[in-house]
């Protein structure tokens, strides 16, 4: 029998706000404690999940915990994760895992010496549309990868540009650009999907994104040692959008694509109209519909129940330490790339194999 996991949330900004409402889908975890330097952000989230310790130092929560979902700033990451796998506790970390390639391995080092489990938030993943969708490509019904195409619009941080005290997203707290703050999602969905990763380039603008440190916009091409190429197109400078987030694959026998706002996998291919469910008015085929209980949005509640069972069966996350940091190196060495005006090597930069 499973005990129920003790779980502290660190960090209650915008992002645990939206963890607030998944968390209390999840079976088999008690919320016993909440921290935010911020007394009234911890009081917030606290009030909607009814957790009795509030805090404002997230080492007082130590010994009430058996894990932590951490949302801080991303240089705050090392330091408060690398705290609680040195006390034991298993560790579900916001993205980025760690700000450089020095903290990743860190905080990798600790929580296998620990024996805790370090698993990186990455809720795409773990969206039913997608799990169905990688298992379509397993599947092999389609043949070849041609591409993948990953895109998303969003307008994110033009509030920042008239703060007077500056958000730490508007300074090197980042990290990064709109690359590593919201692409590694995608880096990382890329490398699930096609493989190992070959040679890529990226290109960033600061257009229409003054309130950035470095780019807000990305081009990213990535090409696999299966032939398959990867794109990642993404800005945080949309004013207007039509697709929002898409994802797209290419394959030999059509265009599968999954559509996120509207919980849908789709065949483009005409001459598969014998498929049930196919609108042959339209050329696609419905694969997968979500269930109209599901939620849409950034439904976290998938990741954590994955974070729970892996604590409960020493199952390693599918998002670890070490396919995170494979991710991360990807994005290290095509912003190295992209400065120097080159194409970056991608070979070699996992630092072991995990399906
Ligand atoms: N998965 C996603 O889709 C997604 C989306 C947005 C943000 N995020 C991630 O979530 C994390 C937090 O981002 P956010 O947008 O919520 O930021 P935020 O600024 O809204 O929240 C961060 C919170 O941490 C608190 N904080 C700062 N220092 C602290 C400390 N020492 N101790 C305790 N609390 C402290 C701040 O007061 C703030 O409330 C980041 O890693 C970010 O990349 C993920």
Redesign the pocket.
């Known amino acids: 029998m499973s005990q129920t996991v003790r779980l502290g949330l660190?960090?209650?900004?915008?992002?645990?706000?939206?963890h607030a409402q998944g968390v209390n889908l999840v079976k088999g975890i008690e919320i016993v404690a909440v921290?935010?330097?911020?007394r009234e952000?911890a009081e917030e989230v606290a009030e909607v999940l009814n957790t009795p310790y509030i805090t404002?130092?997230?080492e007082t929560m130590v010994d009430l915990v058996d894990a932590v979902l951490?949302?801080?700033?991303?240089d705050?990451?090392y330091e408060?994760g690398a705290f609680f796998a040195r006390h034991g506790k298993h560790v579900m970390?916001?993205?980025?895992l760690c700000n450089t390639e020095e903290e990743c391995l860190s905080l990798i080092d600790i929580c296998e010496e620990h024996n805790v489990v370090l698993m990186c938030?990455?809720?795409v993943r773990f969206w039913p549309g997608i799990v169905r969708l990688k298992e379509l490509i397993d599947s092999g019904e389609y043949g070849e990868i041609i591409q993948m195409s990953i895109w998303t619009e969003q307008l994110t941080g033009a509030e920042w540009m008239d703060n007077p005290r500056p958000?730490?997203?508007q300074t090197a707290r980042l990290g990064g650009g709109q690359f590593f703050?919201?692409g590694c999602?995608y880096v990382d969905l890329l490398l699930w999907f096609l493989g190992e990763p070959v040679r890529g380039m990226h290109f960033g603008t600061k257009n229409g994104t003054p309130w950035m440190v470095r780019e807000g916009t990305s081009a990213a091409t990535i090409q696999f040692a299966n032939g398959a190429l990867g794109y990642h197109g993404a800005t945080w400078g949309a004013r207007g959008t039509r697709l929002g987030y898409d994802f797209q694959i290419q394959t030999e026998r059509g265009m599968l694509e999954y559509d996120h706002g509207q919980g849908m996998i789709r065949l483009y291919n005409r001459e598969l109209a014998h498929i049930p469910g196919n609108v042959e008015h339209k050329g696609y085929s419905v694969l997968w519909q979500r269930d109209a209980s599901e939620s849409g949005g950034?439904a976290?509640h998938y990741e954590i129940e994955h974070f729970v069972e892996c604590i409960n069966t020493g199952k390693t996350p599918l998002t670890n330490g070490y396919n995170t940091l494979q991710g991360l190196r990807v994005i290290w060495a095509m912003y190295n790339a992209e400065q120097n005006n080159t194409v970056a090597d991608l070979r070699g930069l996992g630092l072991r194999d995990f399906d």
Do not use: V
């Open positions: 660190i960090g209650c900004g915008g992002m645990m706000r939206t921290c935010d330097i911020i952000r404002t130092d997230f951490i949302a801080l700033p991303h705050l990451h408060c970390m916001e993205k980025p938030a990455y809720p958000d730490w997203r703050s919201h999602h950034k976290t």
